[in-house]
């Protein structure tokens, strides 16, 4: 698990960088929300088998973990869509999917 300072210090590193190199902050917005749209898609194929992952992968995917859980918290109200007998589709990845997808062609 990263530190609170970790992730501080990685904050105020991007933040400088941004600044120090002249980054239009729509382009930083983009790199978020491909950086978001990456993770999405790598926690919803990679959830699934979770407890077969290499120890030196398990720091990186709990933190994945922890970000991508409070994201979908904030569209819990969104009902999954029943599949099959046992078989349920979160459609709230779908969702931020596709808010993700239209941020970065729109702009």
Same mark, same amino acid.
């Given at each position: =698990? =990263?530190?609170? &300072?970790?992730?501080? %210090? =990685?904050?105020?590193? /991007?933040? $400088? @960088?941004?600044? $120090? $190199?002249? *980054?239009?902050? /729509? #382009?930083?917005?983009?790199?978020?929300?491909? @950086?978001? %749209? *990456?993770?999405?898609?790598?926690?919803?194929?990679?959830?699934?088998?979770?407890?077969?992952?290499? /120890?030196?992968?398990?720091?990186?995917?709990n933190f994945l973990? *922890?970000?991508?859980?409070? #994201? @979908?918290?904030?569209? !819990?109200? /969104?009902?999954?869509?029943?599949?099959?007998?046992?078989?349920? %589709?979160? &459609? !709230?990845? +779908? +969702?931020?999917? %596709?808010?993700?997808? $239209? *941020? @970065?062609?729109?702009?």
């Amino acid at each position: =698990m =990263m530190k609170k &300072s970790d992730i501080f %210090l =990685m904050c105020v590193g /991007i933040i $400088l @960088l941004i600044v $120090l $190199l002249g *980054i239009r902050w /729509i #382009l930083f917005v983009k790199i978020l929300c491909a @950086l978001f %749209l *990456i993770g999405l898609v790598l926690y919803w194929k990679i959830v699934p088998f979770k407890d077969q992952l290499f /120890i030196k992968y398990q720091q990186p995917f709990n933190f994945l973990e *922890i970000v991508v859980r409070k #994201l @979908l918290g904030c569209l !819990s109200f /969104i009902p999954k869509l029943q599949l099959g007998r046992h078989l349920q %589709l979160d &459609s !709230s990845f +779908i +969702i931020y999917i %596709l808010f993700f997808v $239209l *941020i @970065l062609t729109i702009f």
